[in-house]
């Protein structure tokens, strides 16, 4: 997907919807120059809101009161740092239902799903607050006679994070408890497509204690965007999106001398060995293709089936989904459904030409959500589960991101042809293996060419203290979000070397390189 997707701009908005504003100086701020964009409640296709779209006025203003932020929290002792952290996970913890309704409101996810984002995000967050022993420097004590050799790390100033629609808190998360722990100061641009999440936890950070400036929110589409990327007084860029989105941020980003990690797109293969549990296997191809209507960069998009199991996987996975409810995330009267809506009706035409492509060019279509249409509530951006079988790896349905509730099934004759199909995709974000093989398990991994492997698990998304990130065209740069590699981003190194003089060690004059 791309901000192509996104309404139009426009100049105005009707009076008596909101405007979704920046957050600038610890308080909101309407769009300087007037623009602002849609926002829909995906569930019910109507407009619910309109949200401030940056022009350069409010960049500039944004990075300013960014960099002011950056120069208080960073002078907080350790100590006042990390009780403003405890205390923003307290809140977050406490009043965390508010969140998911938010996020359900705009996205469209379902509730209890809404909240499973909000915990991975805490996850970090929890991480975050031991950020005293794992920011802790070295020392060592007497590398040459009487010269102490030591490291700090530092924050880097003012660090950037933009984010995709389809996690509008969790993958804010995956950066912020870590940039601001270590002392930076952040300005995050989220979706324009979703963007009420951001206030929120902004206006949550003022509470837990963060002074104003040190989280700033800018909310916006390419202006902002490029705004950020080219900011003499802006160090780093954490970027979360679609693959020719985080390639363009990359490589302008680092032409500007940025710090910079950018994720991709993806498209998950799931290889599904002949003595796997095919209930197990079936039960999570549904749970990973369908959960947030497919709208997650760890969804399963492709089952491969090692033969001769295709026929009863295929049959399985059709079972199950026939038992999905589709329908309004936030609930109704029969409770909360499976699946929502997608996240545009832009979108929905998107997924649904994939479907049109896989079939013209000779797949199967097993089961066909274009069309779907849910009670009282015609008008939301809903597409049904969908599964095609045999689709050829040559279709470009096969070899692109769909990004929607879209099961794909190839037929493999065996284990070396999966693992082949696999490592010849552009992307390498997640797969999984279902076998009760441990070989076959261990061989898996050795030569799969993915960052994030699931065994017998469909979304192998690692818990806070590992790192999360792709392969190949699913990660440019070399630093993966949160974990070790977190604290890396978010920290430059310096290196002391410190001798007090000692007039029984005075080497006195040499000019030879300096040697132990
Ligand atoms: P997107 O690339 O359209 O947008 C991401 C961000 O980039 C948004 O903030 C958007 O405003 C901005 N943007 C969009 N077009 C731009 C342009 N031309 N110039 C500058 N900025 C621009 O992605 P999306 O549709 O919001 O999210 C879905 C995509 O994100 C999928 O491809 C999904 O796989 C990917 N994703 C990847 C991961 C991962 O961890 N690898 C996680 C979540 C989502």
Same mark, same amino acid.
């Given at each position: 997907m791309s901000t192509t997707d996104a309404a139009p701009a426009t100049q105005a908005a009707p009076v008596d919807l909101p405007i979704v504003p920046h957050w600038i100086d610890g308080a909101e701020r309407a769009p300087a120059g007037g623009r602002t964009a849609e926002v829909y409640n995906p569930a019910t296709g109507a407009v619910s809101a309109h949200v401030a779209l940056a022009d350069e006025a409010d960049v500039a203003a944004a990075i300013a009161s960014a960099s002011r932020g950056f120069e208080t929290w960073r002078e907080y002792s350790i100590a006042k740092r990390q009780s403003v952290l405890f205390a923003f996970r307290e809140l977050l913890n406490a009043r965390k239902a508010e969140l998911a309704e938010i996020i359900t409101a705009e996205h469209g996810k379902v509730l209890s799903d809404a909240m499973g984002e909000i915990l991975r995000g805490l996850e970090v967050v929890e991480l975050a607050c031991g950020f005293p022993s794992l920011l802790k420097g070295g020392f060592s004590e007497n590398a040459s006679t009487g010269i102490d050799v030591y490291s700090l790390r530092q924050p880097l100033g003012v660090t950037g994070i933009i984010s995709p629609f389809n996690f509008p808190a969790m993958v804010p998360m995956w950066f912020f408890p870590i940039a601001i722990a270590a002392g930076n100061a952040v300005v995050l641009k989220p979706s324009e497509k979703d963007p009420s999440a951001s206030i929120w936890m902004a206006r949550l950070w003022q509470e837990a204690?963060? /002074? =104003? &400036? *040190?989280f700033t929110v800018l909310q916006g589409d390419k202006t902002a965007v490029d705004g950020l990327l080219t !900011? /003499? =007084? +802006?160090q780093s860029i954490s970027f979360v999106g679609s693959t020719p989105i985080a390639q363009y941020i990359y490589e302008t980003a680092s032409r500007h001398g940025k710090r910079v990690q950018a994720l991709g797109g993806a498209k998950n293969h799931m290889l599904v060995l002949p003595d796997a549990d095919l209930d197990l296997a079936a039960d999570q191809a549904v749970n990973a293709g369908y959960g947030a209507a497919g709208e %997650?960069?760890? *969804? @399963? !998009?492709v089952v491969l089936a090692v033969e001769p199991v295709a026929d009863e996987l295929v049959g399985k996975i059709k079972e199950r989904i026939a038992r999905l409810r589709i329908g309004n995330g936030a609930g109704g009267p029969d409770g909360e459904p499976d699946m929502g809506p997608l996240i545009t009706s832009q979108h929905r035409e998107r997924v649904a030409g994939y479907v049109d492509i896989a079939e013209a060019d &000779? *797949? %199967? @279509?097993? +089961? =066909?959500? %274009?069309g779907c249409s849910v009670e009282g509530h015609e008008d939301g951006f809903f597409f049904g589960p969908t599964l095609i079988d045999d689709v050829p790896t040559t279709s470009r349905a096969y070899q #692109? #991101? @769909?990004?929607?509730?879209v099961l794909e099934v190839v037929r493999v004759p065996s284990f070396r042809d999966g693992v082949d199909l696999i490592n010849s995709g552009a992307f390498g974000n997640g797969t999984a293996i279902f076998t009760n093989d441990g070989g076959a398990a261990r061989r898996f991994q050795h030569e799969v060419q993915v960052g994030m492997i699931g065994i017998n698990v469909p979304i192998p998304v690692p818990v806070a203290y590992h790192s999360f990130g792709g392969w190949k065209s699913s990660l440019f740069g070399d630093a993966k979000a949160y974990g070790e590699h977190g604290f890396d981003f978010f920290t430059r190194e310096k290196a002391i070397t410190s001798r007090w003089l000692d007039p029984a060690q005075h080497g006195g004059i040499n000019l030879g390189f300096p040697q132990n």
């Open positions: 204690g963060l /002074p =104003d &400036g *040190a !900011s /003499p =007084d +802006v %997650r960069c760890m *969804a @399963i !998009s &000779g *797949a %199967r @279509i097993v +089961v =066909d959500g %274009r #692109e #991101e @769909i990004f929607g509730p």
